[in-house]
């Protein structure tokens, strides 16, 4: 009888171990950029690479054609799919120069922010005087967005509008599945 007791205790300590650890993969599928204003910037690439079967990347680099860029916006929208891409959680815009500057920024906008420092050369305040470069791992984003801020599964859709002197220059979207 005890080693019954025992085989179920250990039994029911595994399932529930098992069952209550979910993890959660990020998949980006596509990545699309579109420069509104080919005065203003042109896109030299924007695609997906990957290294090996486990080491991915999202690859972009856009030419800023007029520099200095002393006012930039950004609007953040993030869509589920349903039948089509549907508006989901979030729908921000915040001025991408103040917001660098600043202390105490908007939480939405410093999380987005935080996937995307650590690969970027954007980790400077205004104005802007170079090309912006972005090579994002896969794991990085992994991490961030199931462990820290877990999603639920689905097909989404992440689009910036880059905004500079209050005229929309680019499109920006990023294609991705969470399983």
Known sequence: MAIKLSLFSVYLVFFTYYFTEVYSLVEFTNALCESLDKDFALFDYCFLKSINRTLKYVSLKV????????????????????????????????????????????????????????????????????????????????????????????????EAHWIAYDIDRAVTKFYWSLT
């Open 63 to 158: 030419n800023l054609l007029k520099i200095p860029v002393t006012k930039v916006k950004v609007k953040f929208g993030l869509y589920k799919r349903v039948n089509s891409y549907m508006p989901f959680l979030y729908n921000i815009t915040f001025d991408a120069c103040r917001f660098l500057k600043s202390s105490n920024p908007n939480p939405i906008a410093l999380y987005f922010y935080s996937i995307f420092q650590d690969y970027s050369n954007i980790n400077h305040t205004c104005p802007f005087n170079h090309d912006i470069l972005l090579d994002v791992p896969y794991h990085s984003i992994n991490t961030k967005l199931t462990k820290i801020l877990p999603f639920p599964e689905g097909k989404y859709m992440l």
